[in-house]
C-alpha cells in the first residue's frame, strides 16, 4: 500500500513534496522479489545478438557457397541444414531483442556462439573444400541424412543399449550398495569381503568378457553380467567408504535414545553416506557405460556398440559418427536425470553438505 512522503524537501531528501513512495516489500513479497526481477526481461541480450549473428553467418555460408563435389554428386540436406542455422539465428536474435531469453538460454550464451562457429568450421573442411576426404569424414548435414532414412535401426539399437544399461545398472547397484553397507557397518564382512574387493575390483570387467561369453546361458546375460561387475565396485567402495566415515557421536545419540541397530544402519548410517554413494553413481554409470558399448560389440546382436560395428563394416563412417552422437546424448541425459535424483533425495542436507 502507498503512502504520501512527509520528508522535507532539499537536497538531502530522497523525494520531493507531495511524492508517492512505496515502502518496501516484506514477508512473502520479499522473498518473491528476487524471483520476479530475474523473470522479469533484462533490455537487449548482446551475447544473444552475437550468438544469432553466428548461426545466420553459417546459414549463409551453406547455402551461398556450393560443395565440392567428390566422386558423387552432392551432400544430402545441404539446404535444409542451411535453412535449420538461418531459423535458429532469427530466434535467437527475435529473443536477443526483445530480452525474453531464460536463464537458461542466457547461460548457454557462450555455447551458442560456439557452436556456430565449430560447425562452420566442420562445414569448410569437409563439404566445402574437401580437405578432410570422404567417406572418412563427413559433414554435418550428412548426420541429418542418417536419421532420416536409417532412424528405425538406429532408434531401436539406442532402445537396445538403453534397457541393456539400465538392467545391468540397476543390478550392479543394488549389489554393490548391499555389499557396501555391509562392510562398512559389520566387522566380521569387512574382514573377509573386503580383501577380496581390493582383489579383483581393480580388474576391468572387459577382462573378463571371454569368460562371461562362455559361462553365460546367452549373449545378453553376459552383457548384463559385465555392465553390472563394472558398476559394482565403484559404488561397493563409495559406500563402504561413506558409511565407515559417518561421525560416531551420531551412533552414540542414536542410542542414547534407544534406537535399534537396523535404526542406527538405516536411519543414520545410509543418509550419512548418501553423498558418497551418489559419487559412486557417477562412476558407476561411467564405467558400466564403456563396458555396455565393448560387450555389444563383442557379442551382441543389437545396440549402439553393435552399430558402430555395422557402420564401420560398410564404411558408413556418417552413420558412425551419428552412433556416436547419441550414445553421448544417451550419456548426458542420464547424467542429468542422475543428478535431478540426487539433489531431490539429499535436499535435506543442502544447508550442510557442498556440493
Not at 535453412?83 to 536463464?103: F, S
Not at 536411519?267 to 558407476?284: D, H, N
Amino acid at each position: 500500500m502507498s503512502t504520501v512522503s512527509t520528508d522535507l524537501p532539499g537536497p538531502l531528501s530522497g523525494s520531493r513534496p507531495g511524492a508517492v513512495r512505496t515502502p518496501p516489500p516484506r514477508g512473502r513479497d520479499a522473498a518473491a522479489a528476487p524471483l520476479l526481477a530475474e523473470a522479469a526481461p533484462r533490455g537487449l541480450w548482446r551475447t544473444g545478438v552475437l550468438a544469432a549473428v553466428t548461426w545466420l553467418a553459417l546459414g549463409a555460408l551453406t547455402l551461398a557457397w556450393p560443395n565440392r563435389e567428390v566422386g558423387f554428386s552432392d551432400w544430402a540436406y545441404t539446404q535444409e541444414f542451411g535453412i535449420a542455422a538461418l531459423v535458429a539465428g532469427a530466434v535467437l536474435l527475435l529473443l536477443a531483442v526483445l530480452g525474453v531469453a531464460g536463464r537458461g538460454v542466457r547461460h548457454a550464451g557462450a555455447w551458442l556462439v560456439a557452436a556456430p562457429l565449430l560447425l562452420a568450421l566442420w562445414e569448410v573442411l569437409t563439404a566445402k573444400l574437401g580437405v578432410l576426404p570422404p567417406p572418412f569424414f563427413a559433414p554435418p548435414q550428412s548426420l541429418i541424412d542418417v536419421v532420416a532414412e536409417d532412424w528405425q535401426r538406429l532408434g531401436n539399437s539406442t532402445l537396445y543399449s538403453a534397457r541393456l544399461l539400465l538392467h545391468g545398472l540397476v543390478l550392479g547397484a543394488i549389489v554393490g550398495f548391499l555389499t557396501g553397507v555391509l562392510i562398512g557397518w559389520s566387522r566380521i564382512a569387512g574382514y573377509w569381503v573386503h580383501p577380496v574387493l581390493r582383489f579383483l575390483g581393480p580388474v576391468p570387467a572387459s577382462a573378463l568378457l571371454p569368460l562371461a561369453f562362455f559361462f553365460a546361458p546367452s549373449s545378453y546375460a553376459a552383457a548384463v553380467f559385465l555392465v553390472a561387475l563394472a558398476s559394482f565396485f565403484p559404488l561397493a567402495v563409495l559406500t563402504w567408504s561413506g558409511v565407515a566415515s559417518v561421525n560416531k557421536s551420531y551412533y552414540d545419540v542414536a542410542r542414547t535414545l534407544g534406537a535399534s541397530e537396523w535404526f542406527l544402519v538405516l536411519r543414520v548410517a545410509i543418509p550419512a553416506a548418501l553423498p558418497q554413494v551418489f559419487v559412486g553413481f557417477f562412476m558407476a554409470l561411467g564405467a558400466s557405460f564403456s563396458v555396455l558399448i565393448t560387450a555389444e560389440m563383442m557379442g551382441v546382436k543389437a545396440g549402439l556398440g553393435w552399430y558402430l560395428q555395422w557402420a564401420q563394416g560398410w564404411a558408413a563412417y556418417a552413420n558412425m559418427y551419428t552412433a556416436l552422437l547419441v550414445m553421448a546424448a544417451l550419456c548426458s541425459g542420464l547424467i542429468t536425470l542422475l543428478f535431478a535424483i540426487r539433489d531431490h533425495v539429499l535436499s535435506w542436507q543442502k544447508g550442510t553438505v557442498k556440493w
